[in-house]
């Protein structure tokens, strides 16, 4: 186990990408696992943060378009999703794409920063086998976080 939840992994990989200096970021949380994580990313960068889909959202050009986008997956997000989403944010008009993820195999690392510009990871290793190595607690009860009432309600 490499954080006690996914609290504390998203301040872990909050803390790291605030080192970076971004000018202006906006988060984007890949739904439906990485939204939880990009809120606590959001909040230590103190930037607005939405929910992410692979597929293309024309609602995201305005927010999108000349800015630097940090796109925050799960731990094990499949790399073709992380990919797809990389591209999205692009072709939304994103100038600089950051893949964050708490923890990551170096393959997924390698494979991602095919489409992004910047690859963050807090832990990175050779493989992982499931999310149990991760995370120490899973999130208590269904996670209605992806729900756009829900992101409308934080006033993020």
Do not use: N, Q
Request: aromatic share 6%.
């Amino acid at each position: 186990m490499l954080f006690t939840d996914r609290h504390e992994a998203a301040l872990a990989l909050g803390r790291r990408l605030d080192h970076l200096r971004l000018d202006e970021p906006v988060v984007a949380g890949l739904e439906p696992d990485g939204i939880p994580i990009a809120r606590d990313v959001a909040a230590v960068l103190d930037a607005p943060v939405v929910p992410l889909a692979v597929t293309p959202d024309r609602r995201l050009l305005p927010l999108f378009d000349g800015r630097t986008v940090v796109v925050v997956g799960e731990s094990l997000t499949p790399v073709a999703t992380a990919r797809s989403a990389c591209r999205v944010a692009r072709g939304a008009g994103a100038t600089s794409i950051v893949l964050a993820v708490p923890a990551a195999s170096f393959v997924f690392a390698e494979l991602a920063a095919c489409d992004a510009d910047a690859v963050v990871v807090v832990e990175l290793r050779p493989w992982f086998r499931s999310i149990d190595e991760v995370y120490g607690a899973a999130p208590a009860g269904p996670d209605r976080s992806s729900d756009p009432a829900a992101f409308a309600a934080t006033g993020r």
